[in-house]
């Protein structure tokens, strides 16, 4: 079983809809969490990055980390063609100093489209 | 303007010969890593690096090898040993604070072709 089990879709959903995106995890050390976007043939940009459990809003996209559960959602409001990439989910134990800091687990990606 | 980059974008390879892909980041980032993606499977960390001279392998390291000379640099050459080098490859960089983390900042990777 991967420690990071992500739906790879792909997903396609008109232009307005509310979009869900989510992850699941077995490695209860897991402290931050991020969602990085990646467009075709570039590399991935962070979208957004909590700590802990509960939800994290920014414009159109908020993400929501529950712990107790381990999962994690990214939604997307109103979602736009531009919105178009694939969605990574990735995570880390955050552990400043120690061996594993900075090294990300990913998950294996959510293509969407999102047509006109 | 700071970011990463990685050069070339794209590269072509015989079997056999060892190939260097190149990675600058100034952001004066003290970490830099090495990430490989491959369809379907996500991103697989290479190797890392949390300051300069010093590097340790990540989950994937075997037919890699890196270098860390400098703050900015951080190369990555690709061995003749790797049983499977096609892939796309990513250079990352963060900081390193006392506490806490620092995500990743990515550069636009380079497309490795081995024939």
């Known amino acids: 079983q991967k420690e990071v089990e992500q739906d790879p879709g792909p997903l396609s959903v008109p232009e307005g809809a509310i979009v869900s995106l989510n992850c699941t995890y077995s490695?209860?050390?897991?402290?931050?969490f991020m969602w990085y976007r990646q467009y075709s043939r570039k590399g991935p940009e962070l979208l957004m990055y909590?700590?802990?459990?509960g939800n994290k809003e920014d414009g159109r996209f908020t993400a929501q980390v529950d712990k107790s559960s381990k999962y994690i959602s990214l939604f997307i409001r109103d979602s736009q063609p531009s919105d178009s990439a694939t969605y990574l989910c990735?995570?880390?134990?955050?552990?400043?100093?120690?061996?594993?800091?900075?090294?990300?687990?990913f998950g294996q990606g959510t293509i969407l489209t999102v047509h006109p | 303007d700071g970011g990463i980059t990685q050069s070339p974008k794209y590269l072509f390879r015989k079997e056999g010969q060892n190939v260097t892909l190149s990675c600058e980041q100034n952001l004066n980032h003290d970490a830099m890593y090495w990430y490989r993606q491959d369809p379907g499977q996500g991103l697989r960390l290479i190797y890392y690096s949390q300051i300069v001279n010093d590097f340790q392998k990540g989950d994937i390291a075997e037919g890699y090898s890196v270098s860390r000379e400098k703050k900015e640099s951080f190369p990555l050459t690709v061995t003749s040993a790797q049983k499977n080098p096609t892939a796309f490859y990513l250079c990352a960089s963060s900081t390193f604070p006392r506490g806490g983390n620092s995500p990743l900042h990515f550069g636009n990777g380079t497309r490795l072709t081995v024939t």
């Open positions: 490695n209860s050390a897991f402290q931050y």
């Open positions: 990735a995570m880390t134990t955050g552990n400043a100093g120690g061996t594993s800091y900075g090294k990300l687990t």
């Open positions: 909590t700590y802990s459990s």
